[in-house]
T-cell receptor, first 118, second 114 residues
Framework: EAGVTQFPSHSVIEKGQTVTLRCDPISGHDNLYWYRRVMGKEIKFLLH????????ESGMPNNRFLAERTGGTYSTLKVQPAELEDSGVYFCASSQRTSGGSTYNEQFFGPGTRLTVL | GENVEQHPSTLSVQEGDSAVIKCTYSDSASNYFPWYKQELGKRPQLIIDIRSNVGEKKDQRIAVTLNKTAKHFSLHITETQPEDSAVYFC?????????????FGGGTRVLVKP
């Protein structure tokens, strides 16, 4: 079974430019999460999709970040315009649909996209 | 919201010795605590987890303990080997039908010296 994939693996852009990150979850996984690790700190939650719907976007830092998951398959995270503090590693994770309130389905992580804003 | 603190940030051990990483959490509603291992250049992978109704769980050389009262949980690695060198992240979440966003600690870089 193919794991979560992310593209690109690295991106170097200048401040003010736009970057779009892509995540392909494991096939059949309804839940898709975006996380970010900045400057060697903790991995922080950005947002959560259930299929194509945004379930929780409480972690999105500001309106320069836009996430989409059209059709409920792959997801994109666009940063426009990018700022220096956006540098970090962006992780995507996916999990199976939650069948009940007491069930936890493992989140499988992608390899991440390392974003450097100069 | 939940806050997870993780210590130490770096840990160097001699091969064969034990390693212990400690985490504390703030939200008493958290009831699921996974540990992820990220080897250099690779993706974070779940290595062990524990639910709040269990005090300890073991899987070969790794074990996790949970103290709900104190809001502490720890990862124990015994008989460390060079392949245990990695960054380890603890996390916490409250299991919900609507989804389970993870709150992570800052990570511990473990170096096992041969």
């Amino acid at each position: 079974e193919a794991g979560v994939t992310q593209f690109p693996s690295h991106s170097v852009i200048e401040k003010g430019q736009t970057v779009t990150l892509r995540c392909d979850p494991i096939s059949g996984h309804d839940n898709l999460y975006w996380y970010r690790r900045v400057m060697g700190k903790e991995i922080k939650f950005l947002l959560h999709f259930v299929k194509e719907s945004k379930q929780d976007e409480s972690g999105m830092p500001n309106n320069r970040f836009l996430a989409e998951r059209t059709g409920g398959t792959y997801s994109t995270l666009k940063v426009q315009p990018a700022e220096l503090e956006d540098s970090g590693v962006y992780f995507c994770a996916s999990s199976q649909r939650t069948s009940g309130g007491s069930t936890y389905n493992e989140q499988f992580f992608g390899p991440g996209t390392r974003l450097t804003v100069l | 919201g939940e806050n997870v603190e993780q210590h130490p940030s770096t840990l160097s051990v001699q091969e064969g010795d034990s390693a212990v990483i400690k985490c504390t959490y703030s939200d008493s509603a958290s009831n699921y605590f996974p540990w992820y291992k990220q080897e250099l250049g690779k993706r974070p992978q779940l290595i062990i987890d524990i639910r709040s109704n269990v005090g300890e769980k073991k899987d070969q050389r790794i074990a996790v303990t949970l103290n709900k009262t104190a809001k502490h949980f720890s990862l124990h690695i015994t008989e460390t080997q060079p392949e245990d060198s990695a960054v380890y992240f603890c996390a916490a979440t409250t299991i919900k039908a609507a989804g389970n966003k993870l709150t992570f600690g800052g990570g511990t870089r473990v170096l096992v010296k041969p």
